[in-house]
């Protein structure tokens, strides 16, 4: 038996989707804790690529059980079109997957209100998929959950109160048209007639699952430094990809959690707004962002890139009990002859003692680096440790013990084969 949580321990977009891809084949169940269609987990299985938003990528392993957790928010038209592109290539889904009857569910008003606040001055830098507001909702306690959906009054009744505040708010203050309830009732009593046969009682199935020796492995979406909570506030998600929300998001309680693994990049990216210490923006961050194809796979969006932060990372590992970690995209620094490594902030020419998460002084912190030689070779081929070259292997050692980090995976590659564990 086996409970383990896979936490992004940057900002995101660190290939969680290829990891939870290789690790799946080790657990019985996979688990999608928090955060909605904002993710985007790409996966590549020979010429094929998959991106999925909020199907656990366990999904493409066929004996893998795959399962939302509670702490998720579901739109009900990304989650339709995964499953329909799942089944168009093969993937059966019927059976592999559940959902959780208390995830709170996104409405159309969510994604309109998004958008809105996003054309404002005040950008955070958000996808605009409804995420954020449909958590205000959660948190305010009108909220819409998947079991809202079993009773067609009880459903009509929290739409049409909702609705009386979004549209007066969307006609008086945003001078926007009003949305037709009538039309969303009948939308979403569809959307639980298609989604009927997943719906499931998840805190109880997957306790039961524990007690019978099955093993689970709980995926987090986005990074920890976007955590609502220990990020880089305002600019952060809405919810809690630490470890910590993997169990108020699927109903595991602490004490069943055996270990957490990490995922970093081999360097660091950024979508969105907000403070980035170690952000190239000439042409090595050009550079950067060329060879590792850095695009959002939600959104496209160019991704902001820099060198690794290792004090980042160290006091990612901290707040989130990081175990063993897993290196991603390894492979995208084999073309520079120089590396550097953040192992430091200093601040009015003071080094800080500890990661600050406050923003003013995050701005404005100067990054202390070490600068090591790089490995000017390809590397995507090599499939042990042993077979990395010199160079690399000092670069690894570095980043751990500067991050206290424990590295038991690298990958070089998009690909399943690119990806090794270190014995």
């Not at 891809?21 to 690529?49: C, F, K, P, W």
């Not at 290539?89 to 994604?111: C, D, T, W």
């Not at 199935?205 to 920890?224: D, F, P, R, T, W």
Request: glycine content about 10%; aromatic content about 8%; charged content about 25%.
């Amino acid at each position: 038996m086996s409970v383990s949580v896979l936490v992004g321990s940057q900002w995101g977009d660190e290939g969680k989707g290829k990891i939870v891809d290789i690790l799946s084949e080790q657990y019985d169940i996979v688990v999608r804790y928090q955060g909605g269609a904002n993710a985007g987990h790409t996966v590549m299985i020979g010429d094929n690529q998959y991106i999925l938003h909020l199907i656990p990528s366990g999904i493409l392993r066929e004996k893998t059980i795959c399962v939302i957790g509670n702490g998720v928010v579901i739109d009900p038209t990304a989650l339709l079109d995964e499953i329909a592109l799942l089944e168009k290539n093969g993937i059966k889904v019927e059976g592999r997957l559940f959902i959780s009857q208390n995830a709170h569910l996104i409405m159309p008003y969510h994604k309109l209100l998004d958008l809105i606040h996003e054309s404002g001055e005040n950008k955070i830098g958000t996808t605009g998929r409804g995420i954020g507001p449909c958590y205000i909702d959660k948190f305010a306690r009108k909220g819409i959950k998947i079991v809202d959906l079993l009773n067609k009054r009880t459903l009509e009744e929290k739409i049409r109160e909702n609705l009386k505040e979004k549209n007066n708010l969307l006609k008086k203050v945003y001078e926007r048209e009003e949305i037709d309830v009538e039309e969303i009732i009948e939308q979403y009593l569809d959307f639980d007639k298609a989604i009927d046969q997943y719906i499931k009682d998840v805190p109880s199935y997957l306790n039961h699952a524990i007690e019978q020796g099955k093993s689970i492995l709980l995926e987090g979406a986005q990074g920890a430094l976007l955590d609502v909570d220990h990020g880089t506030y305002p600019f952060v998600t809405s919810s809690n990809p630490t470890a910590g929300g993997a169990c108020t998001g699927t109903g595991i309680p602490p004490t069943k959690i055996d270990s957490v693994i990490g995922i970093v990049k081999a360097y660091t990216t950024r979508v969105g707004n907000g403070p980035f210490p170690t952000e190239l923006t000439g042409e090595e961050g050009e550079k950067l962002r060329k060879i590792g194809a850095e695009y959002g796979a939600t959104t496209g969006r160019p991704r902001r890139c820099g060198w690794f932060d290792a004090f980042l990372v160290k006091y990612s590992a901290m707040i989130n009990g990081i175990d063993s970690v897993a290196v991603t995209k390894l492979d995208v620094l084999s073309e520079f002859n120089e590396i550097k490594v953040c192992t430091g902030y200093e601040l009015n020419g003071k080094k800080l003692k500890s990661f600050p998460t406050d923003v003013e002084r995050l701005d404005i912190v100067k990054p202390i680096y070490e600068i090591l030689p790089g490995w000017n070779q390809n590397i995507s081929a090599c499939q042990s440790y042993s077979e990395l070259p010199d160079n690399t292997k000092q670069y690894l050692d570095f980043i751990s013990a500067e991050a206290g980090m424990n590295i038991t995976i690298i990958s070089v590659g998009p690909k399943r084969k690119q990806t090794f564990y270190v014995d």
